[in-house]
């Protein structure tokens, strides 16, 4: 096997619909191909995929712990969740300080926990600027 990088992170979700609107409307993953039962979002390295959840299979996997987390690097941690929470998106876990950044973790309308994280850098030269939230300041 050569595996050469991630392609993509697949979610099933309950309303693709509402699905849509959250990770592209609230935060800002542009569509990069649709079809009627699948969408890509993002633009470079691995793509976020949605796709209809089966109706009925049980839901499960949403756990800090033990379920999955989709991570997003954002310029500042802070005006993120203050832009989400004022959009009315569930606030998991509120911002916590690691010796590696700042982390926060969200809720999607599935249930799934999306992680922000604004990270530390040691070398300020790479820490982002000019950043507000997902979106140049």
Known sequence: MNIKKV???I???KDIDKSISFYHELIGLPIKNQRRSWVDLGTSGALLS???ASLTAEHIGSSIDNGITVGFLVGDV???VD???SKGVTIYRD???RDAGKNAVILDPDGYLISL???IFRDKSQQTSGYHGFTPA
């Open 83 to 85: 832009e989400l929470r």
């Open 7 to 9: 392609g993509n992170v």
């Open 78 to 80: 802070q005006s993120s």
């Open 117 to 119: 994280f604004e990270p």
């Open 11 to 13: 979610l099933a979700v």
């Open 95 to 97: 911002i916590v300080e």
């Open 50 to 52: 949605l796709h209809p």
